[in-house]
């Protein structure tokens, strides 16, 4: 792992994990710790379908996570993405 300074917020921490995403998340809050999740290969496919869930309902609470396998941690890592 490259050495992140210390004085970053995160920033350069997270365009870390981006290089070693293997797949991606869509999180759809249903309601009170309830939230449905499907899984896509590329970003496109998740973008395309958020796409979707807005024009079948006004403001859907949806978030799109790379899920990260760095080379320095045994398990995957989330991160939020645009």
């Known amino acids: 792992m490259k050495n992140i300074e210390d004085n970053k917020n995160g920033a350069e921490y997270d365009e870390y994990l981006e290089g ?12 009170r710790g309830q939230y449905a999740k499907d899984y896509f290969t590329t970003i496109e496919e998740a973008r395309l379908f958020v796409e ?3 024009k079948k309902e006004a403001n859907p609470r949806v978030v799109i996570y790379g899920l ?4 320095h941690a045994t398990e995957l890592v ?3 993405v645009k």
């Open 20 to 31: 070693f995403i293997e797949s991606y998340c869509v999180t759809k809050f249903l309601g």
């Open 52 to 54: 979707e869930l807005n």
């Open 68 to 71: 990260s396998r760095p080379p």
């Open 78 to 80: 989330s991160i939020a």
